[in-house]
């Protein structure tokens, strides 16, 4: 009867793959859409736009605030020319609507519409940078679930950057950096013989500066003008939004439905359960308990307690308020273009098991079929190049679930040849038939990184070369640049 029902579990997977159509959600950007490319122009200007003020008539505070102020439009062309933007028309002009609407209705504390970064991080985060400059990362799109969710978060960075926050964090720094107390107290660490670092640590302890973060102090603040921007804008305030935020870090904590045998039997890949279970080595092994990681602490680590959040703002609820859910399209491109981007970045543990959540829905778009192929080919390439464990992207056990650690540890302990048996079963997979041919060209490029007997530079820098005059505007170049530059 057991195996009765097992058999079934895994015919209904196969079925689920095997019937799967592909989403016709039209393309996503194109490679020029990568913020290197796009924001070319903002970039070069943006050093000539942001002209750092003269704020101190001290020479040494002037020159520290000149120095930070530097930091952070270094921070932003970094990021721009690292492509850690992009710019789809289609999840764009969502978040810009809001944006727009949030303006539109607060002319006097925003006269001009803020300018817009998409991050591709998969960080449930939006961040403001000063300068009517802020970020929405594709992460926050994926994990909101209401269009009145999404402006809460906009609204909250737009308010840091109506009160200025940013910059009086850069002040206030540049101010204690080139005071005398701090002089005195890093001339006393230096002075000493032991624990210098722990005490040059407390030195610096509270003066920290990043283009992401805040003091906790300003995120009420930043909070309290998010609820008045968003009433006067018409878009109805739910305080359970801070509940919901509180699960942020949580998003691989969900456990499967199916098992991952299930999956992996069901697109008839080797498995073996020994390999989801840490090998000692003759050593001992603890066994790890999942039992409860509620009481982490909070997930942003400058911002309050959401709980606390939640409290301070319950009151303030919109009542009998008619919310808008985010349109499906929009979620999937973001889900898309987040994937990728994790698979770019070669995060492939958590790209595989986000997929595997997604098909636990019954999600039959064959794209992640496809992104599932990439995903143990670019494992076995890296497995050939001696770089397997970093390409796993290991995630610390506090923040997962039973079904994510055992995929961990069976990417990290299955052997070599059982690894490559996988890649060659799914680049001969039933779905390629049905997939567009940019995507099968691709298929021929990673064949050549992960499978291709020639493993030389040249060969895969003449195979990348290939993809790319055949695919210029293919966002799947980006890929392709990393081995033809070589």
Known sequence: MIRAKIHLLVCGVALLLTTAVLAQSGSLYSYQDLSHFYYSKQRDSLKKAWTCPTSFKDKAAQKKYREIWDQRIDGIIGAINGDDYVHDNEVYTYIDGIVRQITEANRQLVPVKPFVFIDRSSWVNAYAV?????????????????????ALAIAHEMSHNILHHVENAMYQKAEWLSSDDYKQSLNA?????????????????????????????????????AIILLKRSNIAFQAGYFLHLDSADLEYEHPLKHSLSAFFTAYHLPYEEGWTQKRSHGLSTRAYSFSDTSKLADSLKTHPDCVDRYAKTRSLTTPNAHLTPIPASIQDRANKMLLWNMYSGVSLTPCLYRILLIKDKGNTDLWYDFMLSNIFAGLYYSDRVLNRFNAIGVVPKEVISRDYYALQTLLEQIPRDNLKQACQTLQNGGFWKNMPSVEKDLKSFVFTLALDPDDSDRNKARAAHLFSTGNANSMYNELAQNFEKK
């Open 189 to 225: 660490v230096l002075d000493s013989k032991y624990e210098r670092l722990s005490r040059l640590k407390k030195v610096l302890e509270g003066y920290t500066f990043s283009r992401n973060r805040h003091q906790r102090y300003h995120e009420s603040e930043a909070d309290s003008l």
């Open 130 to 150: 000063g300068g009517n400059l802020l970020a929405v990362n594709l992460g926050l799109i994926t994990f909101s679930t209401t269009r009145e969710e999404l």
